[in-house]
């Protein structure tokens, strides 16, 4: 489906590396909601404090306000104290929500009636699956790629995150906020021929 496309009453789950405009999507999808006289809820999870708390800004410029979801946030208690009907819940950085607020997300889809589009990574920069994406991954009624190239031109599948000298790491806390300077999407061969070039150096 197209960026800003009417959704279906799914829960989607749309993923991609860092910098393949998952954000923007997002909001050009509220935008296109809003044309139409519907009302979005907008959602971000609180560890998502880059561009402020409750701001949600994509590379090419666009930025809105966002209801900031707290860590142990019962999204559907919230949601169902909205004071006015919600035609659509659009989530951004979906992968740092837990496994619980997903499983929300999901009711709010089937019991609710509302379409719940979820923007997000899929993988973290060891290509193994964040809490909320490993659940979206099994919930989501629709699973959809937002897709980037490596610097090699290949498919970028992995967020590599850089050290201070831009070497590719594989060592740190699975979380740790970062735009250009730490992290780089890569296909898997050139994030593998990076680590062994590093590996590399180290015993020479």
Request: charge should be positive; glycine fraction near 6%.
């Amino acid at each position: 489906m197209k960026a800003g496309q009417i959704m279906a009453k799914k829960l989607y789950f749309k993923y991609g590396t860092m910098g393949s405009s998952k954000t923007a999507q997002a909001l050009i999808t509220k935008f296109n909601y809003e044309e139409k006289g519907m009302k979005v809820w907008l959602i971000k999870p609180q560890l998502d404090n880059r561009d402020g708390d409750d701001i949600l800004r994509s590379r090419i410029g666009l930025t809105a306000k966002a209801y900031v979801v707290k860590e142990n946030e019962d999204i559907w208690q919230t949601f169902s104290k909205l004071p006015e009907k919600v035609d659509a819940v659009i989530a951004d950085e979906a992968q740092f929500f837990k496994k619980e607020q997903i499983e929300a997300l999901r009711d709010i889809v089937s019991f609710k009636n509302v379409p719940v589009l979820c923007f997000g990574l899929r993988t973290d920069f060891r290509m193994e699956t964040f809490e909320g994406s490993k659940r979206l991954l099994e919930l989501a009624d629709s699973i959809e790629e937002i897709k980037t190239i490596c610097e090699c031109g290949a498919k970028a599948i992995v967020n590599a995150r850089l050290n201070e000298q831009g070497q590719v790491i594989t060592e740190g806390e699975q979380i740790m906020l970062g735009g250009n300077d730490r992290y780089v999407a890569l296909c898997y061969k050139c994030w593998r021929k990076k680590i062994r070039e590093r590996e590399a150096q180290k015993t020479d």
